[in-house]
Each structure stands twice: as structure tokens, then as C-alpha cells.
């Protein structure tokens, strides 16, 4: 694995996570105005185990996606070498393997004890974690021995000077690159004072680099506020979360740009990177503040769309050319797809252009299940199908294999199992045998699975345990053929 230089995190100035927020287009705005490091958003480490790597050719990203084709973290080669990963886990052995899917597409993984909310606290993350001094040691010494990136983590403080300082010390021991500390403790809000003195006290008590957050309320309302904030904790580096939500331009060293222009930009990567209107609004949102009364504010309140959003801010012409630009991209990149398919193609395959369309076919009947009764007829072995999932618009092809012989449709469906169902019609047709469409008469399968159910009846009613009939067990491969879907 090719290791990239490591993170510096020493004078460096830090967006830092936050929920909703630091989403891709914030972490690239906050970049282009000075930032950094970015961090992304707190994310769970269950639900990013769900998740599988897809190379997004379109956006030309790294997308992370949820079984439910929900993007759960979505990151591109602009930002690799300055995006630190935040995860909430409360095992070791999670936080490695998520550690390890991420590890080659960011600069640093971290791991989040400072969230003092209920959904984290409750699954012994977050601010949870301070409690339990040899869990952390667990979860970080497994985390810096098994990944080649940087390993930090964001710790909130503990009641007293004096506990705090020792568990920094200890958590410095496990060989992490750096620490991130806000200074408040766990039942303190953003409205408390931050208490700089205990963040000096462990920038003096330990070596690594320590990162101070929580000064936006106190000191942070412009740039240079930023270099008084450092000053103030002795740190090495300040982490922005709230300053940089209200303004991201708060990394500016020219100062403050106009927050119209701030919020274009942000659209800008909106649109670049097709993130999701509801999170669009969201940020924006957090930008206006104090201007949500007014009829911009009412407006983007009521937006239900990207392409609302841009109107609200004069940019309807923009998303007009951005959503043509994107359109034209997917076109050829999908024609280039298809010609490589086309060349690629195995001239042995017999091909038809077919889906499958449950309504043409008795309940519970499918081709896969006349497909494999004709196999059990005919003594072959039963069908085997492999299905390939197409990266570009995750659709899915299945080719399969009947007596030595292959068979698929040239129309790629949305789901694994209606591509099967797609190639057993193809084969079916090509063999000149029924498919058991309701067109087709008397189904025998449909008979046979009511004789079967008569069977059934019969023997709970008498208490014998008879066997599985054979139509009970078609059925049952028909639900367990599913292989694992390979990336094209």
C-alpha cells in the first residue's frame, strides 16, 4: 500500500467535524478560503461496514454507499491529502475495519469523544468514552499499529485539571499523531466559556501536537482572532467548527468574503458534486442565520429542490449549464460503457432484449423456477448464475450458464433479481421451452405447488413430518441463489 506523507498537524488552521456540515462541498470550500485540514462529519462505524466503495466516474469521486443507495460519505481526489475521517465507534476491532476501508482515499483517521449527544452516548460513544480510559487505549493503540494514516482523536474535558491531563497522557502513549481538544465538558453548551487554561495545561503537559476547538462563542470572529485563540491555549494547531459554519471564508487571511458570494461558491460544489438538497439547505441555512426572516431566508425555507435552492440565490441559469454539463457527461461515459461492454462481449452468449414483468406471471411463479425444474427434467445441473453490477448507474446484469451454454438480456435491470429472472427468460425462450406466463395456459408449477400445500395440510393435521416436497425445495433454491454481486 503506498504510503503518502504524513499529515502535519502543527500550525494548521482546521474545519472542524460537525454533523450535517462537513459534508464534501463545505470541506472543498473551506480549503479554497485556507483551510488546512478538513474533517468530514462524525460517521458511525456500523453503518459504514454496510457500506461499499464505488468509483463514481460521473462526479469523479469515491463514494461510500449504504445498502439502500443512500451516499454515506462521498470524498475526491481534491481533498485526499488534507481530509481526516471521523467515525463514533466504541470497539476496536469496528474502528479498524472501517479504518481500512477508508484508509487509502483520506490523510488520517479519527476517532470521535467528544459528542455529547444521546445517539452517540448511548452506544457507548462519544463523550462516553472518557469514562472508560482503557477502551480509548484499546480502540487507539489498535488503530495506529494496523492503518499506515495518522490516527487523532477529539476529546472534550473532564471535571478537574488534573484527570484530564493524566488521560491525555495516556492516550499520547498510544501513538497517535495528534489530539483534539475542546475546551468544555460534556454537560457545558457553546453559550459556557471555554476554558482555555485547561487546553494550555495539556499543550504544555504532553509532546504531540494538540489541536484547541470551542472558540468561536469567546474569541473566533475573524481571522485573525484565530492566531489570539492559538495564543491563548498554547496549542499547536485550532480546530473551527461554528465560526466556519456561520462563514467558511473565516479562513481567509484577506478576510471575510461577501456572504452572497460565499453562498454561490457553495453551490458551485453543490452542483459539482451533486450533493443532496436537504443538506444543501441545511448548510445554507446555518450561513443566513439571522437573515432567515427575511423573504431570501422564506424562500430557501420553502425550497424542496437543488434547482429552487439556486433560484433563491440567483442562480438558475447556473444549474441550467451545470445540470446540461452533468447530463452530457453520463451520456458519453454510458456510450463509452456500452462499447466496451459490445467489445468485450462473449460471442458464445445468446442474447435477447427481454426484462421480467412479475404481472405477466402467476403469483409465486418465476422463470428461474421453470428453468430449473426443466434442468431437473432434463438431468443437467442447475443454472448458475453470475451478475455484475454496472458502476456507473449501479444497474445489474446476469448472465447465465444451462448445459455448458450462456445466456443473457442486453437490458440491464435495477436489481440483481430481476436480471436473473431476465437471463433464465432468455434461456428459456432460446430453448423453446415454457416460461409459465399466465398467456401460456395451465401452469403445471402452479399445481404442483397446490398438491404440495394439500400435502402439507394433510401431514400437520395427522403430526407426521414428511419431507420437503420437491416443489417446497425449488422454491427454496429459487430464494437462496443469490451470489455476491462482483464489480464489473
Given at each position: 500500500?503506498?504510503?503518502?506523507?504524513?499529515?502535519?498537524?502543527?500550525?494548521k488552521?482546521?474545519?472542524?467535524?460537525?454533523?450535517?456540515?462537513?459534508t464534501?462541498?463545505?470541506r472543498?470550500?473551506?480549503?479554497?478560503?485556507?483551510?488546512?485540514?478538513v474533517?468530514?462529519?462524525?460517521?458511525?462505524?456500523?453503518?459504514?461496514?454496510?457500506?461499499?466503495?464505488?468509483?463514481?466516474?460521473?462526479?469523479?469521486t469515491?463514494d461510500?454507499?449504504?445498502p439502500?443507495e443512500r451516499?454515506?460519505?462521498?470524498?475526491?481526489e481534491?481533498?485526499?491529502?488534507?481530509?481526516?475521517?471521523?467515525?463514533?465507534?466504541?470497539?476496536?476491532e469496528?474502528?479498524l475495519?472501517?479504518?481500512?476501508?477508508?484508509?487509502?482515499?483520506v490523510?488520517?483517521?479519527?476517532?470521535?469523544?467528544?459528542?455529547?449527544k444521546?445517539?452517540?452516548?448511548?452506544?457507548?460513544?462519544?463523550?462516553?468514552?472518557l469514562?472508560?480510559p482503557?477502551?480509548?487505549e484499546s480502540?487507539?493503540?489498535?488503530?495506529?499499529?494496523?492503518?499506515?494514516?495518522?490516527v487523532?482523536?477529539?476529546?472534550?474535558?473532564?471535571?478537574s485539571?488534573?484527570?484530564?491531563?493524566?488521560l491525555?497522557?495516556?492516550?499520547?502513549?498510544?501513538?497517535?499523531?495528534?489530539?483534539a481538544?475542546?475546551?468544555?465538558?460534556?454537560?457545558?453548551?457553546?453559550?459556557?466559556?471555554?476554558?482555555?487554561?485547561?487546553?494550555?495545561?495539556?499543550?504544555?503537559?504532553v509532546s504531540?501536537?494538540?489541536?484547541?476547538?470551542?472558540?468561536?462563542h469567546?474569541?473566533?470572529?475573524?481571522?485573525a482572532?484565530?492566531?489570539?485563540?492559538?495564543?491563548?491555549t498554547?496549542?499547536?494547531?485550532?480546530?473551527?467548527a461554528?465560526?466556519?459554519?456561520?462563514?467558511?471564508?473565516?479562513?481567509?487571511?484577506?478576510?471575510?468574503?461577501?456572504?452572497?458570494?460565499?453562498?454561490?461558491?457553495?453551490?458551485?460544489?453543490?452542483?459539482?458534486?451533486?450533493?443532496?438538497?436537504?443538506?444543501?439547505k441545511?448548510?445554507?441555512?446555518?450561513m443566513?442565520?439571522?437573515q432567515?426572516?427575511?423573504?431570501?431566508?422564506k424562500?430557501?425555507?420553502?425550497?424542496?429542490?437543488?434547482?429552487?435552492?439556486?433560484?433563491v440565490?440567483?442562480?438558475?441559469d447556473f444549474?441550467?449549464?451545470?445540470?446540461?454539463?452533468?447530463?452530457?457527461?453520463?451520456?458519453?461515459?454510458?456510450?463509452?460503457?456500452?462499447d466496451?461492454?459490445?467489445q468485450?462481449?462473449?460471442?458464445?452468449?445468446i442474447?435477447?432484449?427481454?426484462?421480467f414483468?412479475?404481472?405477466e406471471?402467476?403469483?409465486?411463479?418465476?422463470?428461474?423456477?421453470?428453468?430449473?425444474?426443466?434442468c431437473?427434467k432434463?438431468?443437467h445441473?442447475?443454472p448458475v448464475y453470475?451478475?455484475?453490477?454496472?458502476?456507473?448507474?449501479?444497474?445489474f446484469?446476469?448472465?447465465?450458464?444451462?448445459?455448458?451454454r450462456?445466456?443473457?438480456s442486453?437490458?440491464?435491470?435495477?436489481?440483481?433479481k430481476?436480471?436473473?429472472?431476465?437471463?433464465?427468460?432468455?434461456?428459456?425462450?432460446?430453448?423453446?421451452?415454457?416460461?409459465?406466463?399466465l398467456?401460456?395456459?395451465?401452469?403445471?408449477?402452479i399445481?404442483k405447488?397446490?398438491r404440495?400445500?394439500?400435502?402439507?395440510?394433510i401431514?400437520?393435521?395427522?403430526?407426521?413430518?414428511?419431507?420437503?416436497?420437491?416443489?417446497?425445495?425449488?422454491n427454496f433454491?429459487?430464494?437462496?441463489?443469490?451470489m455476491?454481486?462482483?464489480?464489473?
Amino acid at each position: 500500500m503506498t504510503v503518502n506523507t504524513p499529515l502535519c498537524f502543527r500550525g494548521k488552521k482546521i474545519l472542524a467535524p460537525m454533523v450535517r456540515v462537513g459534508t464534501l462541498p463545505m470541506r472543498l470550500l473551506a480549503l479554497d478560503y485556507g483551510a488546512d485540514i478538513v474533517y468530514c462529519e462524525e460517521l458511525i462505524d456500523i453503518k459504514m461496514l454496510q457500506c461499499k466503495r464505488v468509483i463514481n466516474e460521473v462526479l469523479e469521486t469515491v463514494d461510500f454507499v449504504a445498502p439502500n443507495e443512500r451516499i454515506v460519505f462521498r470524498t475526491c481526489e481534491r481533498e485526499r491529502e488534507h481530509v481526516v475521517f471521523q467515525m463514533g465507534s466504541a470497539d476496536a476491532e469496528r474502528a479498524l475495519a472501517v479504518a481500512k476501508l477508508v484508509e487509502s482515499d483520506v490523510a488520517g483517521i479519527d476517532i470521535n469523544m467528544g459528542c455529547p449527544k444521546e445517539y452517540s452516548t448511548k452506544a457507548s460513544m462519544g463523550v462516553a468514552l472518557l469514562s472508560d480510559p482503557d477502551k480509548i487505549e484499546s480502540i487507539l493503540t489498535t488503530l495506529v499499529k494496523g492503518v499506515c494514516k495518522p490516527v487523532t482523536c477529539k476529546i472534550r474535558i473532564l471535571p478537574s485539571v488534573e484527570d484530564t491531563v493524566n488521560l491525555v497522557k495516556r492516550i499520547e502513549k498510544t501513538g497517535i499523531a495528534a489530539i483534539a481538544v475542546h475546551g468544555r465538558k460534556k454537560e457545558e453548551r457553546p453559550q459556557h466559556p471555554v476554558h482555555c487554561d485547561v487546553i494550555k495545561a495539556i499543550s504544555e503537559a504532553v509532546s504531540i501536537p494538540v489541536i484547541a476547538n470551542g472558540g468561536s462563542h469567546d474569541f473566533i470572529k475573524e481571522y485573525a482572532d484565530i492566531e489570539t485563540f492559538q495564543k491563548a491555549t498554547a496549542a499547536s494547531s485550532v480546530m473551527i467548527a461554528r465560526a466556519a459554519m456561520w462563514n467558511p471564508s473565516i479562513f481567509r487571511k484577506e478576510g471575510f468574503c461577501p456572504l452572497k458570494d460565499v453562498m454561490q461558491d457553495y453551490i458551485k460544489y453543490v452542483l459539482r458534486y451533486d450533493n443532496h438538497y436537504t443538506n444543501t439547505k441545511y448548510c445554507l441555512c446555518q450561513m443566513l442565520r439571522e437573515q432567515l426572516e427575511t423573504t431570501q431566508g422564506k424562500k430557501l425555507h420553502a425550497a424542496q429542490t437543488t434547482q429552487e435552492i439556486c433560484e433563491v440565490f440567483e442562480m438558475g441559469d447556473f444549474y441550467e449549464e451545470a445540470t446540461a454539463v452533468f447530463e452530457a457527461k453520463k451520456t458519453s461515459l454510458e456510450t463509452k460503457m456500452q462499447d466496451e461492454d459490445d467489445q468485450m462481449e462473449d460471442p458464445d452468449v445468446i442474447k435477447m432484449a427481454v426484462r421480467f414483468d412479475k404481472r405477466e406471471y402467476p403469483p409465486q411463479i418465476t422463470p428461474k423456477m421453470y428453468l430449473l425444474e426443466w434442468c431437473r427434467k432434463e438431468k443437467h445441473p442447475q443454472p448458475v448464475y453470475e451478475t455484475v453490477q454496472r458502476p456507473l448507474d449501479k444497474l445489474f446484469c446476469s448472465v447465465v450458464t444451462v448445459a455448458e451454454r450462456k445466456y443473457r438480456s442486453t437490458l440491464w435491470d435495477k436489481s440483481k433479481k430481476l436480471a436473473e429472472q431476465a437471463a433464465a427468460i432468455v434461456c428459456l425462450r432460446a430453448l423453446g421451452v415454457p416460461e409459465g406466463k399466465l398467456c401460456e395456459g395451465e401452469n403445471h408449477l402452479i399445481n404442483k405447488r397446490k398438491r404440495g400445500d394439500q400435502e402439507c395440510l394433510i401431514s400437520r393435521d395427522h403430526g407426521e413430518d414428511l419431507a420437503e416436497p420437491s416443489h417446497k425445495k425449488a422454491n427454496f433454491i429459487e430464494e437462496t441463489s443469490d451470489m455476491n454481486v462482483p464489480k464489473m
